[in-house]
């Protein structure tokens, strides 16, 4: 198959965070050995699923905002993604099947924050499109968007509401009530 070795640096890494008394001081050097794993592991921390409105300029950052079991897993898996070619067949399956997309929140930006309703036939029209799971999001104002969102005709995953629970618009536990 051509597999590479595991790489030094990362196999470092990963001892280094089997200690029970590691500090993100102690990660800071192994990870700035390796300039692709060090960009890599900015790029998760300032990605989407991480940002919280401020940048991540560095590893003690990184390491701080992602948390040591979360940089386990990007490091064991950056890694064991570099160890197939490129061009092989069990990096390709790899990739089409361990990197996929698990879920898409779809916010209509022209709705989200505005507490005009949520676009419920383009949420919809996503859902029925797609086979992975699509939670609502941008315009959920009140209990009433969220009962038509759960009869728009089509499974959807969940709904976010943020300045409709904040201003006291929708009471969760009412909502929770409603919907089960």
Known sequence: VGLKVFPAVAQH???LLEDPNITIGDL??????????ASRL????????????RPVNSIDEAVLRLGFDQVRAIVAGISAFG???????VAHQLRAHGAGV?????????????????????????AQSVSIPVIASGG????????????????????ISGRA????????????????
Do not use: H, W
Request: with cysteine; hydrophobic share 45%.
């Open 42 to 53: 900015l790029r998760v921390a300032n990605s989407v699923a991480y940002s919280r409105g």
């Open 83 to 89: 160890m197939f070619p490129a061009d092989g067949d």
């Open 165 to 180: 629970l904040y201003e006291g618009a929708i009471d969760l536990k009412v909502a929770l009530t409603a919907l089960s």
């Open 13 to 15: 890494v990963m001892r």
């Open 28 to 37: 800071r050097g192994p990870i700035e050995q390796d300039a692709s794993l």
């Open 102 to 126: 698990a879920a898409i929140i779809y916010t209509d930006i022209n709705r989200d924050g505005a507490m005009q309703g949520p676009n419920i036939e383009s949420t919809a029209a996503l």
């Open 140 to 159: 959920v104002s009140s209990l009433d968007d969220l009962i038509a969102l759960r009869d728009c005709g089509t499974q959807l995953d969940g709904a």
